[in-house]
Nanobody, 120 residues
């Protein structure tokens, strides 16, 4: 069983930055692909970014490319999402997820989410 706890959300002005953190429990965290997703009010949850266990392969949604950076520290069982140049359309609840099968689509564990609000 894996438990994920997100933190770092908040209110920021457009153009600002936030860094989200996701602390994971479980000894095999370092083997999982980890992802960030978000869900805005009235919209479906969407993929934001993912990172392979070694940190060498990273994937981004088009909306995140060039502005967001996903990283991980396996020694700390933590994955991060650095978000720069934030826009009002980035406003959403951001979720961390773990993919034990490392397929990139089998996210079995989810955090409770952290709210990010970007004001114009």
């Amino acid at each position: 069983q894996v438990q994920l706890v997100e933190s770092g959300g908040g209110l920021v002005q457009a153009g600002g930055s936030l860094r989200l953190s996701c602390a994971a429990s479980g000894r095999t965290f370092s083997r999982y692909t980890m992802g960030w997703f978000r869900q805005a009010p009235g919209k479906e949850r969407e993929f934001v970014a993912a990172i392979r266990w070694s940190g060498g392969r990273r994937y981004y949604a088009d909306s995140a490319k060039g502005r967001f950076t996903i990283s991980r520290d396996n020694a700390k069982n933590t994955v991060y999402l650095q978000m720069n140049s934030l826009k009002p359309e980035d406003t959403a609840v951001y979720y961390c997820a773990a993919d034990p099968q490392t397929t990139g689509v089998t996210y079995e564990y989810w955090g409770q989410g952290t709210q990010v609000t970007v004001s114009s």
